[in-house]
Nanobody, 126 residues
Framework: QVQLVESGGGLVQPGGSLRLSCAAS????????IGWFRQAPGKEREGVSC????????NYQDSVKGRFTISRDKAKNTVYLQMNSLKPEDTAVYYC???????????????????WGQGTQVTVSS
């Protein structure tokens, strides 16, 4: 019954902003790392950001640091990815994923994550 549903993708111009949502059901954010991943055409899937369940510690890929912010709303069992100063290189299908927390801080290696959403397309183009 575990389910993750992404939403919020779309077409934006370079420098624009977008807020992605990952609505989780069948489990609580209290016990799981939630990660955002993306895959662009011709490229491997890469970790973008993640958030841990305990203290809400976060981790970011270097290329998005200072531009993207991951956050959570436990009441809504939802994780968000606020994306600012978007670049064409950010164009990809974005996925959220979940795995039971193991480390003190979440990790961006996709192999660890068990549950995945369907993805939402983000296109940054002028």
């Amino acid at each position: 019954q575990v389910q993750l549903v992404e939403s919020g993708g779309g077409l934006v111009q370079p420098g624009g902003s977008l807020r992605l949502s990952c609505a989780a059901s069948g489990f609580t954010l209290d016990d799981y790392d939630i990660g955002w991943f993306r895959q662009a055409p011709g490229k491997e899937r890469e970790g973008v950001s993640c958030i841990s369940p305990g203290d809400g510690s976060t981790n970011y890929q270097d290329s998005v640091k200072g531009r993207f912010t991951i956050s959570r709303d436990k009441a809504k069992n939802t994780v968000y990815l606020q994306m600012n100063s978007l670049k064409p290189e950010d164009t990809a299908v974005y996925y959220c994923a979940a795995v039971r927390n193991l480390f003190s801080i979440c990790r961006l290696g996709s192999a660890r994550y068990v549950y995945w959403g369907q993805g939402t397309q983000v296109t940054v183009s002028s």
